[in-house]
């Protein structure tokens, strides 16, 4: 594995969901079934990510750290966050200024979202639509 930074446990607690920093990827490792001890590709990313948590309904949130390319000069917006489906797709994205560069979200029962960063001293607090 290349730079492994996160990970969680799916809901049915069969496979675990591993960020990959370095390629910009999830990877899914199988603990349980006939894939036990096997791994393969879960979805490929556009930047590194930082963490990965459960989101409460089957997928994932994963933390981008920055984006694998930048926008061009001038342009102050990244993605920051992406929700991924049990199925290995994007189904929402997040985006913030480029100051901001999270190691973390998660999603409480609530509907916020609660997004971190070693390089901020506050949590920012986010209400889910």
């Given at each position: 594995?290349?730079?492994p930074n996160g990970v969680a446990i799916s809901a049915d607690r069969t496979h675990l969901i591993v960020a990959l920093t370095g390629p910009c990827k999830l990877?899914?490792?199988w603990i349980r079934g006939p894939n036990a001890g096997m791994s393969e590709p879960f979805t490929d990313l556009p930047g590194y990510p930082d963490n990965v948590r459960p989101d409460g309904r089957g997928g994932y949130w994963v933390a981008l750290h920055r984006e694998r390319f930048e926008l061009p000069f001038g342009l102050d917006s990244h993605r920051v966050a992406m929700r991924i489906s049990a199925g290995g797709k994007v189904v929402q994205e997040m985006?913030?200024?480029?100051?901001?560069?999270?190691t973390e979200i998660m999603e409480r029962?609530?509907?916020k979202i609660y997004m971190g960063s070693?390089?901020?001293?506050?949590?920012?607090?986010i209400k889910s639509t």
């Amino acid at each position: 594995m290349t730079y492994p930074n996160g990970v969680a446990i799916s809901a049915d607690r069969t496979h675990l969901i591993v960020a990959l920093t370095g390629p910009c990827k999830l990877l899914r490792y199988w603990i349980r079934g006939p894939n036990a001890g096997m791994s393969e590709p879960f979805t490929d990313l556009p930047g590194y990510p930082d963490n990965v948590r459960p989101d409460g309904r089957g997928g994932y949130w994963v933390a981008l750290h920055r984006e694998r390319f930048e926008l061009p000069f001038g342009l102050d917006s990244h993605r920051v966050a992406m929700r991924i489906s049990a199925g290995g797709k994007v189904v929402q994205e997040m985006r913030g200024p480029k100051s901001v560069r999270p190691t973390e979200i998660m999603e409480r029962k609530d509907g916020k979202i609660y997004m971190g960063s070693v390089e901020l001293p506050y949590v920012e607090v986010i209400k889910s639509t």
